[in-house]
């Protein structure tokens, strides 16, 4: 059973950092892209971050020189690295896996989400 886990979030004042961390099991993803979507209420999930399998790395407008992602494929995880957090930066945070990179929620496998909730 492939299973991509996040953690790390949590609550935090603006202008505060964050690292999300996810891991998976079940398979292996070196091979694949990597990347990091966001909800928040009432909204649709939209894109935040990805990575190729190259180390290739892609960002929203919004979250450009913010927030970082990165790679271990030894450990088989994918890190958002989120510094700057602004209140609008709150929502529940998925991580994805897929067999290509791709700016959109199309992606094969999907994580169960953490919260991350910035206040003003």
């Known amino acids: 059973q492939v299973l991509l886990v996040e953690s790390g979030g949590g609550l935090v004042q603006a202008g505060g950092s964050l690292r999300l961390s996810c891991a998976a099991s079940?398979?292996?993803?070196?091979?694949?892209?990597r990347g990091w979507f966001r909800q928040a209420p009432g909204k649709e999930r939209e894109f935040v971050a990805a990575i190729s399998w190259s180390g290739t790395t892609y960002y929203a407008d919004s979250v450009k020189g913010r927030f970082t992602i990165s790679r271990d494929n030894a450990k088989n995880t994918v890190y958002l690295q989120m510094n700057s957090l602004k209140p609008e930066d709150t929502a529940v945070y998925y991580c994805a896996a897929h067999t290509a990179v791709v700016l959109t929620a199309r992606y094969d496998y999907w994580g169960q989400g953490t919260q991350v909730t910035v206040s003003s």
């Open positions: 079940g398979r292996t993803f070196s091979g694949y892209a």
